[in-house]
């Protein structure tokens, strides 16, 4: 599976953006998909997931009210629509992709494909 990254990009504190993740390779509705994002000297960090079939979500504490996770099994895209940007949003976000086995998974070691990451910065 290969995985494509886009919609980052520069906005005001309080703005909205949607990010997508395109899939290739494989039927994407075996697949769980997720989010990351890895801001300036900090680790990588959880923030969303989707089962492949759609019908079950997870959010990480700082994400949920603001972040929401969504696909399209028929375009082959998942979503990360971002509400409400803060300043302390700016991170490189990366869309991950692991074989659904029927969980919701959370940390980055359950994810086998990755995409290359799309800059989010959020101006005060």
């Known amino acids: 599976v290969q995985l494509q990254a886009s919609g980052g990009g520069l906005v005001q504190r309080g703005g909205s953006l949607r990010l997508s993740c395109a899939a290739s390779g494989r039927a994407v509705s075996f697949y769980y998909m997720g989010w990351f994002r890895q801001a300036p000297g900090k680790e990588r960090e959880f923030v969303a997931t989707i089962r492949g079939t759609g019908s079950n979500t997870g959010y990480a504490d700082s994400a949920k009210g603001r972040f929401t996770i969504s696909r399209d099994n028929a375009k082959n895209i998942a979503y990360l629509q971002i509400d409400s940007l803060e300043p302390e949003d700016t991170a490189i976000y990366f869309c991950?992709?692991?074989?659904?086995?029927?969980?919701?998974?959370?940390?980055?070691?359950?994810?086998?494909?990755w995409g290359q990451g799309t800059l989010v910065t959020v101006s005060s």
């Open positions: 991950a992709a692991g074989p659904d086995f029927g969980e919701i998974v959370r940390f980055a070691g359950g994810y086998k494909y």
